[in-house]
């Protein structure tokens, strides 16, 4: 005979009610603050030669990127530990053997 399933009533009740409120802050700020008038780059220059401009130090850019140019930096590195670490966990724990079809001396994959 089959048992219905217990609903597990305890600390997960306290998270999604913290989840709720935390959605309903978030939105309220959202839809209560005022966005001002979008504002364009001057000249119609194109950001991408500005940065690319920056990284180079070349005065060619239409106008001053090297604001955009550390936020790029600091994703840049951000993406590159990332994948450090991916690759780091990524990699097999223990030193054995390994064919060249993949499998393991035990022949496991």
């Known amino acids: 005979m089959t048992t219905r399933?217990?609903?597990?009533?305890?600390?997960q009740q306290v998270i999604g009610?913290?989840?709720i409120g935390l959605f309903a802050v978030l939105s309220a700020v959202f839809l209560t603050s005022s966005f001002g008038e979008a504002a364009g780059f001057p000249g119609g220059g194109s950001i991408t030669a500005a940065i690319g401009y920056a990284m180079f130090d070349l005065d060619a850019g239409a106008f001053?990127?090297?604001?955009?140019?550390?936020?790029?930096m600091v994703i840049a590195v951000a993406l590159d530990a990332a994948l450090d670490v991916a690759v780091m966990l990524g990699q097999r724990e223990d030193e054995e053997g390994?064919?060249?079809d993949g499998r393991g001396e035990r022949g496991d994959r």
């Open 17 to 19: 009610i913290l989840a």
């Open 5 to 11: 399933p217990r609903l597990n009533t305890g600390r």
């Open 98 to 100: 390994v064919a060249a």
């Open 64 to 72: 001053p990127s090297e604001g955009f140019l550390v936020s790029f």
